[in-house]
Nanobody
Framework: QVQLVESGGGLVQPGGSLRLSCVQS????????MSWYRQAPGKQRELVAS???????NYADSVKGRFTISRDNARNIMYLQMNTLKPEDTAEYYC??????????WGQGTQVTVSS
């Protein structure tokens, strides 16, 4: 099993920045996709950004140009740098690991609140 632990959430004013981290308990020697999802109250969980083991990334249209996903493979940590935050970015943010074998696991979430 692989455990994921997110951190870095908090309260920030509109226009501010936060960096989320997702620590993976151990490395996996097979192809994977790691992602950040978010869920706002009363809304469905949505994909924010993904990074594959080959390094390719993709982003939701709503965060393109503002958020950057990255991964430190040596430390097994995934990051989400969030800039120019908007109130509509307020949500619980979750990291996800999906292996090519079909294995799938989630972190416990970290709350991001964008408000003045």
């Amino acid at each position: 099993q692989v455990q994921l632990v997110e951190s870095g959430g908090g309260l920030v004013q509109p226009g501010g920045s936060l960096r989320l981290s997702c620590v993976q308990s151990r490395s996996v020697p097979i192809a994977y996709t790691m992602s950040w999802y978010r869920q706002a109250p009363g809304k469905q969980r949505e994909l924010v950004a993904s990074i594959r083991s080959g390094g390719s990334t993709n982003y939701a249209d709503s965060v393109k140009g503002r958020f950057t996903i990255s991964r430190d493979n040596a430390r097994n940590i995934m990051y989400l740098q969030m800039n120019t935050l908007k109130p509509e970015d307020t949500a619980e943010y979750y990291c996800n690991l999906h292996l090519i074998t079909g294995y799938d696991t989630w972190g416990q979430g970290t709350q991001v609140t964008v408000s003045s």
